[in-house]
């Protein structure tokens, strides 16, 4: 079986994944509950709120991109990174599914590179912040010489809720015009 149930009760099919299928709302749920890094860190941080971040980061008219670049994890989860370069199949499914989700809100299919920058600075801030000390020292080699990190705000409410409610304030923001 190639599909599964979000949140709004809605079909989503991992082969032939439709813009229909593609709910703000479930995208949102979904990633207030997924935790970054595998869920290895010291407190819940989630991929909405690694989100909002990314979305602030970049220009006004990159910040709807910045704000969906891990949409996909909404269907098929928050696969690990290294995990994904040696699942070839898993990344050309995860690129099909980021181009409908793209389609369905009028952003590039194409990822812009200040984008990127902004993940991988993310990246490298979130890695100091909420993991422990790393064992191997040269394993974050490849973003730490890179990238400047940006500061991330302590908040009080780490919540699921919370975040969920933000991801969708920051896309009423970027969608509406006025």
Request: charged fraction near 20%; charge should be negative.
């Amino acid at each position: 079986m190639s599909k599964i149930q979000t949140h709004s009760g809605k079909v989503f099919d991992f082969f032939e994944p439709t813009p229909d299928m593609i709910d703000i709302k479930d995208i949102a749920h979904s990633l207030a509950n997924l935790c970054r890094f595998t869920g290895h860190t010291k407190e819940f941080y989630s991929v909405a709120k690694h989100s909002v971040f990314a979305s602030k980061m970049v220009p006004q008219e990159l910040s709807l991109q910045a704000l969906l670049h891990d949409a996909t994890e909404a269907y098929v989860g928050d696969l690990n990174s290294p995990l994904k370069d040696i699942l070839p199949e898993f990344k050309t499914i995860e690129t099909h599914i980021w181009s409908v989700i793209a389609t369905k809100f009028g952003v590039p299919v194409e990822m812009d590179p200040l984008v990127k920058q902004a993940d991988m600075a993310l990246l490298h801030a979130e890695s100091l912040k909420y993991l422990a000390p790393c064992q191997d020292s040269h394993l974050w080699d490849h973003i730490q010489s890179n990238y400047l990190r940006p500061i991330i705000p302590d908040y009080y409410d780490n919540s699921p809720g919370h975040w969920k409610g933000a991801f969708l304030e920051r896309f009423e923001e970027l969608t509406t015009v006025i």
